[in-house]
């Protein structure tokens, strides 16, 4: 069964450093989401792809923050300083997206950063 | 995830069936969807029930839509020990994006 894949699982920082994950969608899907999900809350939409292209990064701190995804395939989110309240965890998901339907979001095991 | 509500908690005892109930605000949600999230894991989708309807059921699952209230809710049916988790509700909004609840988390007792 296809699966989003993510790296790492488990990322531990100093805060002032930079940071970045990794995320590899499910083959053939065009859209491509990045969530953070602080303890006890449920996962809030950072950046949004449709292939290559940005569609809505209006909830991304981009003074710290930055995203691509530039062959339209996995993509990067990088976060540079770390400050102490970026611990969380960060999901990535992906869709097929598109007129013909697919809008399921499937996710990947996310990656739990902790920021000291 | 503050426009969509749901209950915190729930304990249930194993056998007896498992009811998460949901309210959101956004009358043009065109799917609802309940995830599975398990400690430490990423988010598993269970389920989703597009809005023109009022019913969907899968196995042990039942989801019930009452759009006029906009209410949702997640029956589970038989729960079992590995259905303890925490279960979110979201609601699709502009551009198929998801805006989630802050999660029910389901204990299971013997």
């Known amino acids: 069964e296809a699966e989003v894949a993510q790296s790492p699982r488990y990322k531990i920082t100093e805060k002032s450093q930079a940071v970045a994950f990794w995320c590899d969608p499910i083959s053939g899907h065009a859209t491509l989401y990045w969530y953070r999900q602080i303890l006890g809350q449920g996962p809030e939409l950072l950046v949004q792809f449709q292939d290559e292209s940005v569609v809505d990064d209006s909830q991304l701190p981009k003074d710290r923050f930055s995203a691509e995804r530039l062959k339209g395939v996995d993509s990067t989110l990088k976060i540079q300083p770390a400050e102490l309240g970026d611990s969380a965890m960060y999901l990535c998901?992906?869709?097929?997206?598109?007129?013909?339907?697919?809008?399921?979001?499937?996710f990947g095991p996310g990656t739990r950063l902790t920021v000291t | 995830g503050e426009d969509v509500e749901q209950s915190l908690f729930l304990s249930v005892r194993e056998g007896d069936s498992s009811v998460i109930n949901c309210t959101y605000t956004d009358s043009s949600s065109t799917y609802l969807y309940w995830y599975k999230q398990e400690p430490g894991a990423g988010l598993q989708l269970l389920t989703y029930?597009?809005?023109?309807?009022d019913m969907k059921q899968d196995q042990r699952l039942t989801v019930l839509l009452n759009k006029k209230d906009k209410h949702l809710s997640l029956r589970i049916a038989d729960t079992q020990t590995g259905d303890s988790a925490i279960y979110f509700c979201?609601?699709?909004?502009?551009?198929?994006?998801?805006?989630f609840g802050a999660g029910t988390t389901v204990t299971v007792r013997a």
């Open positions: 979201a609601e699709s909004i502009r551009d198929y994006k998801l805006s």
């Open positions: 029930i597009f809005s023109n309807m």
């Open positions: 998901a992906s869709s097929l997206g598109g007129p013909q339907g697919g809008y399921e979001q499937y």
